[in-house]
């Protein structure tokens, strides 16, 4: 039973905002004699060194410094980036997770530790295990040092970037002679939470000691922080779009009277699938550790280990309110909008007397991502001119499950039978608002006349479960040769690298109390706790929705009903397998075969790099040029057992069976590339620079569609009604993106901590990756939506009048299958929505309802997408940025931004589901304002970002967008002494909010209600 807790909203104290903008009020004037050294910390020093590293780079590189050891400018390293010129970031539950740089999405950044390549990975709630994309809230930054930001490609540089290559820099015993320790301890509020700790810790250490001949060093950071987190947001689960007049997606003729402003014919319109409001209650546990050892027996030879460890634990507790819209024969009105894709304003439904239930889907999800990393270096000065660098790793990272029985996610069905009507409002609000009518008389309950959980029922079970194993062996010796203005360096890599998913199918369900949900009562007293999800929104408008919803702890509900449906007609379980089940032969039915994906490269790597220095027309030049070649080897093992049949259980509802785990599919592939690069850069003046960077980088296609699986199988009704059956079919050849790029830039560094940039940038990618549609068959996968039953069933509904949908065809076959139960056959039908639910979502008695294909049922033709090949863009954008303190007032500002263009939109009107499209597309935008003056340092910071296509493909090959967000956060810290300090931290301190949407701004896709969050911390310094 879960325990109850209050779902009321913690008061937001609003002044905590106005701390940071007194302190830009404050005096500030320089107070030094003269002859007394000047020392800058704190944030101006931080930028300082960023500047510097931007000023001596060769090539476009930006940087963000540590403000001093163990401090770094943001608790989160992704949030520290999108104040980067270029660089901008998705975020997850409120948090930087993920970078985009200059239009290239998370997959095309790499990102490295110290020069070594990172394992990837996550596989929360049941998916993921295909991204390369690093997830940036696995590490803490008390440890970084910096992260530098290369936009232009070199080549000493691990490839695997398109959009940049992002280095993390951890700090070094040696690099500060002494004693030196950093304690500190934080107090987290966020304000979205709920039923977590108000107040939860994060607490950080930091000890390195190096003897005063610097030969000997030790350093140790440390972090764990605690995060309770909630959310609230609605979803549409898709959005199905046609062509009014030939796409029949309400199944009722064009020219029904229900239509208000309908669509001329051959104008685009589209019908919601559903709407559901989501909350969901988190728990983040981070944990972050990095011993180093580094000793210099002699001057010139340096040797350093060093040992990494990370771990990111999440639990979450998730509960729907759903209404779907049932369509066909249930319409009584539609009405559109002006919109080119006509969308709906309002739809209303009314069941014939009947009930459709109301959706509270109760779901937990549990999931533990760790990351170790072991590395030596050896550095060795051989003289005055040559040097050497000698770099070994070993790095791991696994995501695994840590539900009951090693389920990741327990996705329990719950409904309430009670609606008899219902409305909906889509266009023109912000999310969409529904009401309905209800009436708890008509099925089993307590029929109270009160919706509480006396009218619950299950419905389905599913568990999901993956996990996701990845290793990285990288071994790198590098060398440089001094000569009179210049050097040469040369290197050689082998980086192994090995990545397992394991997954577990889970669109395969656990019948419970039916998909109608037909046993209301069922759940014992106190199993929920009733909420006001209607009143959980702060900042969306939900109308007239309803307001009740309910919680309750899915793990306690599942182990109740596993002991509840036990009968050899459910076999209810919570776990991955369930070897108890027959089907009629005696065959076990493997309903959730463990599938497996495992992915191979190795690959081998050699480069050479000239440095050089000279003057043309007497300005000092600085060219570097190189060449890199790569070979890769690629094996690809898939275990996933193919599809054996699907079990159709009412009009649109199926499960799947595999066939048991067999022989391994492997398949190989190898590519080699050849990667030039040129930067030059040119001092016109002492403080004026200009650039030049020519180079070709590449990077590698997802680890997903590398795999020799077939998966993604779907069907959604009969063939017989134009359903089509669909798989994807990955594919192993992919090569990988290759672009080749031009970079110009001036910047001018007119004080010490002040500049102004200005760059324009060219990106030539192909090997972009599209879809190829085949139609084929696949195995031995019948179809009998589409066989002699199904056809037989059409047939006797058209003799008799009636329209062929798929309600009705699934009820004619259901009664043609029982003719000891229906003996006057087909005559039976009685077009009623009592005998629909009985043989269809009521349907209590699987045996009697479910078809499985037989003989007598063709081989299913599918709708089979392949990634290939196939597409190639050309980008080009403008960065614009400046930095600037005056003088000794200790105020500063920083500002900067991106735009990006190219050829690769997604067009909305077109409703080919392969279009291709760059995801991450967006300009960006920063406006920092700064203080740093009489033991105070503050920063007032706003971010923005453009509208971005997310994602393509949605649903019914829709794309998603996010719309434009904007967000402020704030720092403050006050030095009390020296050594001693206190910190105020707000992030999106004015609660913005996310949405997304697909073809049209009225199809809304989800809409987040997101809070702030502060951290006030204390830090001593020895």
Sequence with gaps: MYKTQSFKKKMLVTAVASVAMASFAMPAFAQDEEGTEIIVTGIRASLERAMDVKRNSSGVVDSINAEDMGKFPDTNLAESLQRITGVSIDRSNGEGSKVTVRGFGPEYNMVTLNGRSMPTGGAYAGGGGSSRAFDFANLASEAVSAVEVYKTGKANITTGGIG???????????????????????AVMDTTNRTGDDLTPELSGLVSWADDSETIGVSLTASYQERDSGSTGVTVNNWNVGVWGT?????????????????????????????????????????????????RPVENVT???????????????????????????????????????????????YYGGGVKDVGYSQQFRAQDDTLESIGFNLEWDVNDQLSLNVDLHDSSLESLPQGPNGVGDID???????????????????????????????????????????????????????????DVTQAKVDASWKFDEGRFDFGVERKEMSTTSNYYNGNNNQILGGWG?????????????????????????????????????????????????????HLAYIGLENTAQKDANGNVITRNSKSTDTIEEDTDAVYFQLAATGQVGGHDVDVLTGVRYEVTDQTSISGTPLLDYFVWESDNDFSQVSLPSGNKTIDTNDYDALLPSLDVSVKLTDDLVTRFAFSKTIARPSLGLLSASVGGYGIAGSTLIAAEPGANVNNPHLKPLESTNFDVSLEWYFDDASYLSAGFFEKRVINFIGNEEIQRTIGNIRDQTGGARAQAAAAALRSRGFTVDEVNLYTMMAILKNPTTYPTGAAAFDNTLAQKDLLGEGCKDRATCDFIPDSSDPLMMFTVDSPVNNREAKLHGVELAAQHFFGETGFGVMANYTLVRGDVKFENLNLDANQFALLGLSDTANLVLMYDNYDIEARLAYNWRDEFLAQTGWGSGNPRYVEAYSQIDMNVTYHIIENLSVSLEGINVTGEDRRDHARNENMVISADDLGARYQVGVRYTF
């Design 164 to 186: 940049s290559s992002i280095d993390i820099k951890t700090t070094r015993p040696l690099d500060n002679a002494g004693f030196k320790a950093s304690v500190g301890a934080k």
């Design 247 to 295: 796409d029949n997606i309400y199944s009722v003729s064009s020219n029904s009277t229900i239509f208000t402003n309908a669509p001329a014919a051959g104008e685009l319109f589209s019908r919601p699938n559903d709407v559901r409001y989501v909350f969901s209650d988190q728990e983040r546990d981070r944990t972050n550790a990095q011993l180093t050892f580094q000793y």
């Design 303 to 349: 040797a350093t280990l060093d040992y990494t460890f990370a771990e990111k634990s999440v639990t979450e507790h998730r509960g729907e309110v759903t209404t779907w819209v049932q369509n066909g024969t249930n319409l009584t009105s539609v009405v559109f909008d002006n919109s080119t894709i006509a969308t709906p304003v309002t739809i209303t439904e």
């Design 412 to 470: 329990l069905g719950v409904g309430a039978p009670t609606k008899t009507g219902a409305k909906w409002w889509f266009s023109g609000r912000d999310i969409p608002s529904w009401t309905h009518t209800l009436d708890d008389t008509i099925k089993p309950g307590n029929r109270n006349g009160v919706m509480d959980e006396g009218d619950l029922s299950s419905s389905v079970m599913r568990m999901n479960s993956s996990l996701q194993t990845t």
């Design 517 to 569: 949900a037909d046993f209301p009562g069922e759940f014992g007293a106190g199993a929920f706790e009733t909420i006001n999800v209607a009143g959980e929104f702060d900042d969306y408008d939900t109308g007239l929705s309803p307001a009740t919803g309910f919680r309750a702890d899915a793990r306690d509900l599942a182990r109740d009903l596993v002991q509840k449906y036990n009968d050899p007609a």
